[in-house]
T-cell receptor, first 119, second 111 residues
Framework: GAVVSQHPSRVICKSGTSVKIECRSL??????MFWYRQFPKQSLMLMAT?????????EQGVEKDKFLINHASLTLSTLTVTSAHPEDSSFYIC???????????????FGPGTRLLVL | DAKTTQPTSMDCAEGRAANLPCNHS???????VYWYRQIHSQGPQYIIH???NNETNEMASLIITEDRKSSTLILPHATLRDTAVYYC????????????FGKGTSLLVTP
């Protein structure tokens, strides 16, 4: 099946620094990718929709100037957490819609997640 | 997306069938039932989906009631690696939209 990768898998940074997380679709193209955030013992919450060649759309309450999203190619979306603070510590997950037959277009493929710890 | 209701947690003995229920009484005619699972500290994984007919793949079976107001995900022979949170999601078949995750069912498979 389709594979989505994320890098890095874990990152620890100091408060006030910026962190970039990459999301790649490895064997298919994705004009749209989604970024989710998951706090401990909670479900995934959609943060934003990343659109190739255009601006991302953000969910209510998500600061677009703090969580910068760039979708520069059909296989890569990046999420940059700017001026990170301890409350930004979370598990960040990206996903991309499937492409192809056998109902694959109806599924979402998720990356393995990136665990961010801001000290 | 139609609202879904799942039990918070379930236990299952290894080797036995795990039957995970989901209620979706407000489902509309063009909405599918999707199941995903999330193993601890990993990204969610697609399991199966269906519209009105029962479905089976290498991972699981999906049984949808005739009125489509509820469904059951069946893992026929649960293993310890099936311990995860299972999410039942109802939505139209359009992968251009993100998934709306509820709280899901935390399944614990015990030896």
């Amino acid at each position: 099946g389709a594979v989505v990768s994320q890098h890095p898998s874990r990152v620890i940074c100091k408060s006030g620094t910026s962190v970039k997380i990459e999301c790649r679709s490895l064997d298919f193209q994705a004009t749209t990718m989604f970024w989710y955030r998951q706090f401990p013992k909670q479900s995934l919450m959609l943060m934003a929709t990343s659109n190739e060649g255009s601006k991302a759309t953000y969910e209510q309450g998500v600061e677009k100037d703090k969580f910068l999203i760039n979708h520069a190619s059909l296989t890569l979306s990046t999420l940059t957490v700017t001026s990170a603070h301890p409350e930004d510590s979370s598990f960040y997950i990206c996903s991309a819609p499937g492409a192809g037959g056998n109902g694959a277009q109806e599924t979402q493929y998720f990356g393995p997640g990136t665990r961010l710890l801001v000290l | 997306d139609a609202k879904t209701t799942q039990p918070t947690s379930m236990d299952c003995a290894e080797g036995r069938a795990a039957n995970l229920p989901c209620n979706h009484s407000t489902i509309s005619g063009n909405e599918y039932v999707y199941w995903y699972r999330q193993i601890h500290s990993q990204g969610p994984q697609y399991i199966i989906h269906g519209l009105k007919n029962n479905e089976t793949n290498e991972m699981a079976s999906l049984i949808i009631t005739e009125d489509r107001k509820s469904s059951t995900l069946i893992l026929p022979h649960a293993t310890l690696r099936d311990t995860a949170v299972y999410y039942c999601i109802v939505r139209v078949s359009n992968s251009g939209y993100a998934l709306n995750f509820g709280k899901g069912t935390s399944l614990l498979v015990t030896p």
